[in-house]
Structure formats: structure tokens, C-alpha cells
């Protein structure tokens, strides 16, 4: 069954007067598109077609500016198309992260539940209906949606998302815009909508935040569109691809990774085909030339002047250029260059954050900073680059230390009337020259057009890369990035990648891109309970350590339920216990259909992975192998649910 089905989809920018902010990244990345003298009309999308089936996971991918968000905005009604329709299955409920985030007084629990507007109502109208047979529809309705088990879900949400129990019951304007936008999203995530979409969810989020998100989207049961430069991301939750290309869209089956190479080879087939056609052409067009005067062969250079216009012209295949950028090498200095002997740092009246912080950093060192957030990781990182100084111990710099520090927080001190060009040149201060200006802004992309325009045109990727080249502009010896990945399409983060590991100076890198974090890093540092320590493995490790940590809590939880309960039991009660085998009896078929329900499903996928490695498979048409790969992708989808179904079951058998 569809869940959407865009026909014919057309939205046409027209430039002049007053824009909308929010329009800025995506028209500015269509003025290479314009032509003639019509540049105050740009197409963002242009007859596009595709449909998404009930329950798919989609990912939509593509260059900044290439009409993501738009698209995105028109299906929920937000813009309207300039040609083509929408449809949308029955009554369905789309579920998107508002841009305001929740704040004031109401709690952070409160308001995610506030999120299921259906739940919220009803209980509103519970407390004053004074119908009776209204009231009995109300509760059976509330039964129906599970509202009692609802601030149990919200909570559990909002603790994967990084609130504790504390942090769940306070207000949401205590928090800073990043937290909030979380709620936000946890809100989303507990509404459960038919349909769910997300942009770019991943910003805001550490990677133990991350994992979470994962998980969790990876179980959801109904339809994801998600718009998102994660390539992980993409590639554990999604299970069909959509690219947008030109202002068209093209589907792919499978993830990021099989994406990516499927397109590869259609571009590499359709360039040898193109290199064929003109082969002939030129190939034939030698005769005409050579022929066409003479009488007796004045038929057959006819004949192939027609096979000529038959073939129509080349077409090019489309290659879209990817913007390289690289850092400017720095000096050699001898190491450590920078090293810190029992520092304690905090902030002016607040306690402190990090404590007896032991640490060298040398010439060639790549370190990613792991941990929540809140943990002190941006802390940690100011104090390397000298912006918080240490309230105890002694940081102690080769004299000649260059740093480069970049963080996302940055671009709101950037003057959006200026343009790259003038905040190069201010940067770089008097007597730098033009030349060097330019050649400092080419480095990250930037053309003598696009570095005269204003900073409040740029899209987000282009202030990022204004951000990154002012970071560098004087060959720092150490390059402190704080999520540099923000706002970056799939090409500028491989840029990003070639940059750092050519780069000749130390890094020291935050970022929630654990794709990032494995192509660069050498070293984990792990910050939390106040310290920074060296992890001793790589990301998959952390991420193991994580997933174990996370399963051996609820052991513990109930552990300690178990030795109050206990404690409970050995002080006298005012009435007796009710007996617990009443309800061993359900609990116990609900585990054994959910233990049949794993090994169905796993006899399923294993006969699917046979097939798939039978070659005979792939004799047949490519359909076949590729409906084979989307059917395994969604009994994996339908096993971890199923597994974590029999969790809860055992847990709740043995907690009877």
C-alpha cells in the first residue's frame, strides 16, 4: 500500500523583494541553474515523480540547495507546489520536529507528552464531560492508545535521548536551544505518526544520543522519510534512497553504501555508452565528409547522415564536481606541543567542570573527543585553545603554537552584510593583499563570485566553510574542530576527511559523524565524571562498551527494585499482597508467541540469505536480487522488534 505518491512535482523560485530566510540555502543553490536573461526564475524541483510504500524507511540525499527541505515542506503542507499533486494514504498523520522548540515553565516530560495532541485532548475533556456514554468512549479510547503507559514511554524516550529523571522534570527553558530541540524531537518520536519526518535529526546529538536514535528508528513500524548527510545513519535505518539530482529525483533499493554503488556503475555504464554512440558517430560522419561529393557512393553518405540525426546529439553524463578544500601546512614544531599537569578548569561562579586533567598533545596526533553532552568536550577544547583559563595546574605551549579553533557556534558572530571577502581580509588583517585573500578562500571552494556575495545569502555548508577557512588562515599547528560536520552534504564531508588527513598540524575533533570520527581519528578521548581519559580501542569498541553498559542497566534497576522491595516486604504491611501467579499465566504465553515470532522470522532471513548467495540469483533479471535485498532488509527490521518485544516479555515474566 502507498504511503505517498508524488506526481509530476514542480516548485519554481522567483527571486526579488523579500526573501524568506528560510528559502535562502535552497535558492542560492540554484543560480547556476539559471539561464538567459529569466535568473530571477529557478527551478527547484521540476517534474519529479516517486511514491513511498506504507512502512518504508526513506532517505532523501543530496547536494546542499538541491531542494531536500522543500520538498519536505510541500508534502506537509508548509509551501505549495507551483505544478503536479501529493497524495497521501487515508488519514495520515505526518509527524515532523517543530523549529521552535518547546520553552517556558512546562516541564521537559510534560511537554513530550503534550506532543500526542489525541491523548492531551481527551484527557482534557475527561475532566469535564459529564456525559456518561461520552465518558466510557473517552476512557476506551484512552485504552485503546495506551495514555496510562504513556509517561513511561515519553521517559523512556527522553532517556535515550540524554535527560535522566532529573532533567525530565525540569522546565524546558532552563536549557540551551540544542537541549530544547531534543525535546522537541523526543515529541515527535512519542506522537508515533503514520508517517514520520525528520531533517537532519542527527544535529544536536552526541553519539551515545545518536546509537539511541538509531535503534529507535530503525524499530519504528511506520513510514520515515528522513532528510539526513549522515552516511551511518543512512545506512543502519534506511532501506530505499532517494537522490535528488538536477531538480529530479531517482529511487535506489537498499541503503547508503549499495546507493552509492549502484550509481556508480550506472554513471560508468551510461559514459561508456555515450563514449560508443560518439564513436559511431564520428565513425560515420568520416564517411559523409569523405564520400559526399562522389556520385556513386552519394546514397550510402545519405544513408548515414540519417543514422546520424537517428542518433541525436551526445549527451553528457552529468558529474557533479565535489568542492575539494585543504588546510594550509603549518611549520614543524618538536612535540608535545601543547600539555597539561593537574588543571582544573570551570567557568566564572560555577563549579568545576573538568578535574586533574594529565595530557600531552603532540605534532601528528588525531584525537576525537568522546561523551555526552554537557560532559565538558567544548570546555575541554576552549581550554586547549586558550579560551577559559585553568583555575589550578599549569598548561605549558611550545611558544610558537598556532591554534585554529572552529565551532558552529561562530556563524552568529559572522556579519551577514559582509561578505566572505570582507571577513577574509578583516581576518587576515592590512597589507595581506588580495591575491592572498582570494587564494586563502579558494582553498575551501569559494570563486571570486560566490566570496562577493553577502554572508546572509550563503548556504549553511557555505558558512561552514567560511568558518573553517577563517580558522586556518594562519597554518595553525593544531586545529581544534567542534562539529564541523553541521550543515555539510556527503561531498564536503569527504572533503572535510582528504583535508584533515592530509593536514600536517595536530587535530582535535568533536563530532557526533562517527563515520568522521573512524576515517581520522587515531585517538579516543573519553570525557565524563569530570575527567578526560584515553579510551583503549576505536569507535566500534566505544560503541560496544556503550551497548553493554546500556543492557547491563536494567539488570541493575531491578536489582535495586528487588532490594526495596525486599526491605518493603520485611516491614510490617496493612494489607496483604495479592498473589503474583495470577499474572504468570499471560506473561508467560506472551514470551513463548514472542520466541516464535524470533525464530520464524530468523528462518525467514536465513533463506533469504541463501538465496542471495546462490549465484543462480543473480542470472535471473536484477529485480529479482534487489527485491530479495528489500525483503531482508525488512525481516531484520520486523527481528529487532521482535527481540526487543521478548525482552520486555522476560523481563516482565520475571519481575512476576
Known sequence: MQAIRVENLSKLYRLGGTRHNSLRDTIMGFVKGARGDRTNELWALKDVSFEVADGETLGLIGRNGAGKSTLLRIIQGQIEADAGEINLMGRTRIGSVPQDPPGGDISVLDAVLAADVERTALLAESETCEDGVRLGEIHMRLDEIGAASAPSRA???????????????RPCGEFSGGWRMRVALAGTLFSDPDLLILDEPSNHLDIEAMMWLTEHLR????????????????????????HI??????????NYDFFERTRAERLANDAAQQAKIAAQRKHMQAFVDRFRAKATKARQA???????????????????????????????????????????????????????????????????LLGQNGNGK?????????????????????????????????????????????????????????AKVRAQLGRFGFSRDRANL???????????????????????????????????DMDARASLVDAINDFEGAVVLVSHDTHLVKMVADQLWVVANGGVVPFDGDIDDYQSRLLRERSERPAKDKKEKKDKKEKAASAPAPTPAPSPKVKRGPLKRALEAAEKTIATLTKQRNDIEAKLADPATYSAPPSVAADLQKEKLRLERELAHAEHEWMVAQEAFEAA
Not at 513510514?223 to 552516511?231: E, F, N, P, Q, Y
Open 454 to 488: 553577502k554572508v546572509g545569502v550563503l548556504s549553511g555548508g557555505e558558512k561552514t566553510r567560511l568558518l573553517l577557512a577563517l580558522a586556518t588562515r594562519n597554518a595553525p599547528h593544531m586545529l581544534l574542530l567542534d562539529e564541523p560536520t553541521n550543515h555539510l
Open 219 to 242: 524499530k519504528f513500524r511506520n513510514t520515515l522519510l528522513m532528510v539526513s548527510h549522515d552516511r551511518d545513519l543512512l545506512n543502519d535505518v534506511c532501506d530505499h534512497i532517494v
Open 155 to 169: 521517559a523512556s524516550i527522553l532517556n535515550g535521548l540524554g535527560f535522566d529523571n532529573d532533567a525530565q522534570s
Open 302 to 368: 545519405q544513408s548515414r547522415m540519417k543514422m546520424i540525426e537517428k542518433l541525436g546529439p551526445v549527451a553528457s553524463v552529468p558529474i557533479e564536481e565535489r568542492i575539494a578544500f585543504n588546510f594550509p601546512s603549518p611549520d614543524i614544531l618538536a612535540s608535545p606541543i601543547e600539555t597539561l599537569d593537574e588543571v582544573t578548569v570551570g567557568y566564572p561562579d560555577g563549579p568545576p567542570i573538568l578535574r586533574n586533567l594529565d595530557l600531552r598533545i603532540d605534532m601528528d596526533d588525531r584525537i576525537a
Open 378 to 434: 567544548s570546555t575541554f577544547i576552549r581550554v586547549l585553545s586558550d579560551r577559559l583559563q585553568p583555575r589550578e595546574g599549569r598548561i605549558r605551549r611550545t611558544p610558537k603554537l598556532r591554534v585554529g579553533y572552529f565551532s558552529q557556534d561562530q556563524e552568529e558572530s559572522l556579519d551577514y552584510e559582509a561578505t566572505p571577502f570582507d571577513h577574509m581580509n578583516r581576518a587576515l588583517g592590512p597589507g595581506a593583499g588580495e
Open 245 to 254: 539530482d538536477q531538480q529530479k529525483l531517482v529511487a535506489y533499493t537498499g
